[in-house]
């Protein structure tokens, strides 16, 4: 006896997900945005073993790291005289902003192709599926614009997608930029508010722990190597 016809289509393997073609042109264009993304990591990894100097330093640590902790820290000496409030809040915003133009524009370029190599085709998701996390993500931007944007820190998707997609939607650069800056704002007045607040005995915890440097390094490494984990998790998923 025969499977009904609609079992038999029930049963057929989801179509594969179309590969991404690349121009010349847009090679060379990819091979270079690869080349920024690795000088970022390199960056960010580096770093680590000045941390316990760093933690000190906190304007540098922005500039060089700019991550939450940094953020935080900064504002806890801000409370203290160390640095004016505003360069703290002016560095963070600088910092971390200073190349979402350029994710704005990858996304201008190549629509969500970009995103998709990132996520190896969103985890082999079939566009359009119920997987398709890319997919998600430009409909989260086309439903809430620049709200997007303006709240994209405090959100669970990565801000990569999010700033890809806003590109591939056709906003403008004009638009895109003053959303963003405004989000990377209150994400820096946030935590850095959160210093302030606390002010010197987190100053005074940073000094400690300045001098276990070694041992911060070494649970910091732990610690990035784990979120990445989540992350990549997050992402299959």
């Not at 994710?103 to 995103?115: F, K, P, S």
């Not at 890319?134 to 999010?162: D, H, K, N, Q, S």
């Not at 001098?211 to 979120?227: D, E, F, P």
């Amino acid at each position: 006896m025969s499977a009904p016809a609609g079992d038999l289509e029930a049963a057929e393997p989801p179509a594969p997900v179309p590969p991404i073609v690349w121009t010349p042109t847009e090679k060379r264009y990819a091979a270079a945005a690869g080349v920024g993304v690795l000088l970022q990591s390199v960056r960010y990894y580096a770093t680590l073993p000045l941390l316990g100097y760093l933690l000190t330093r906190p304007l540098r640590y922005i500039l060089i790291h700019p991550s939450t902790v940094a953020l935080v820290i900064a504002g806890a000496y801000a409370r203290t005289g160390r640095d004016p409030a505003w360069v703290v809040v002016v560095a963070g915003v600088v910092s971390l902003a200073i190349v979402d133009p350029l994710r704005w524009l990858a996304g201008a370029r190549y629509g969500d192709r970009v995103a998709r190599l990132v996520t190896g085709g969103a985890g082999g998701a079939r566009p359009g599926s119920k997987g398709d996390v890319i997919g998600r993500v430009e409909r989260f931007v086309a439903r809430w614009g620049t709200w997007a944007l303006v709240l994209a820190w405090f959100t669970p998707i990565p801000l990569l997608f999010i700033q890809l997609a806003a590109g591939a939607s056709g906003m403008s650069l004009r638009r895109f930029l003053i959303a963003d800056v405004l989000g990377t704002l209150l994400w820096v007045l946030t935590l850095g508010g959160l210093g302030y607040a606390i002010g010197q005995p987190a100053v005074d915890t940073v000094k400690s722990i300045a001098h276990y440097s070694l041992y911060v390094t070494i649970a910091a490494v732990v610690l990035a190597v784990g979120l990445g984990g989540l992350r990549g998790a997050r992402i299959a998923r």
